[in-house]
C-alpha cells in the first residue's frame, strides 16, 4: 500500500539540541491526527550529541522523518536554516518546532488544520505558548481567538507568540521567499513565514496553550549585548520591509527609533547609552531630528523627550499610517 502524502509538513530546526531534541519530536509523532505528516529536521552542525539522537530516529521512522546533516555552520554564514526545509516540504501546510520547544496539545496540528479548512480567508493560525524557564513553567493559556493582518504583523512584528506555534498554508510565496537566492536569507523563520503567508490570508491567533517555548539563558541570541540583539532584530524587520517591497519602511524604523529613545533614556551605563545613539543615528536619515534627539538626549529634557515628545514623532506616526 503506497504510503499517504502528508497534509502537515513540520520544519525543524536544530543546533546543539541534545538535551532536548527527544522531546521535541516525540511531541510532534504523538499528534492525533486524520492526516498524514512529515518532519523534516535540519541539523545545523551541531557539535554535540544532536546527530547522533537524530539518525537513530530517521532508522526508527524512515518514512515519516527526514534530515538535513550540515557539515558547517548555515546561520553563521548569513543563511536560514528552514530554506532547505521549505524546499523538501510536500505538505499543504507548513509547521514550525523548533529542537529545543515542544508541543502539549496532542491535537494541535488538528485544531490548526481544522481552522485553516473552515476559513478561506485564513492563511495562518498561531497558538499561546507557555514559557520554561529552567524547570519554571510560567502558563499563558487564555481564550477566544484574535485575527491579524499583514500590517499589524508588520508594525508590531510580533504577536505575541513563538515560532513553534505556527502552521501556514504552503503557498507559492513562502516558496519563493524561502529559495535561498540570498535576500531574505538571514531573517529569522518565524516572521519570514509570518509574512510571506499574510501575503495571501490573515491571521488567526488562537489564546490557548498548545506549545511550549524554552527560554535557554545561554542561547547564541540571549547572551549578545542589548544594542546587538537590537542589530539582529533591525536587520530582520528591515529584511521584511524588502520582502514586501519596502512599503512598510519607514513605519518600522520609526517604531524602532521610538524603541532606541526609550532605551537610551532608561540606559544607565554610558558605553550603551552611546552605542544606542549610534544605532539611531545609523535609521534616523533626516538630520534635524537627529540633531535634535541628540540635543535633547543630553539636557534636562531628555526623560520628557524620551517618553512623551519622540512618541509625536516615531510612535503615533508609524501606528497611525
Known sequence: MAKAEPRVSVLVRAYNVEPWIEQCLESILSQQTSFAVEILVHDDASTDGTPAILH????????????????TNQHGQGLNPASPLVAMARGQFLALCDGDDYWIDPRKLQIQVDRLDGDSSLSIVMNQSDLLEGDTLKPRSGNGESR??????????????????ILCRHTPEIRVDFSGAGLHDNTGADWLLCVSALKSGELCFLHRSMSIYRIRPRSLYSTKSWVDQFKVHIHSALTVSVILNDRWRSQILNINKRRLLLRWVNSAEPEEAACIRKEFCKIESNALLRWLANRAMRSSLKKAYGNHISKIFYWKLAIAS
Open 56 to 71: 537513530r530516529y530517521v532508522e526508527q521512522y524512515p518514512d515519516q522523518i527526514s534530515v538535513v546533516f550540515q557539515t
Open 148 to 165: 491579524y493582518q499583514l500590517r499589524h504583523f508588520v508594525k508590531q512584528m510580533a504577536v505575541g507568540s513563538a515560532s513553534s506555534s
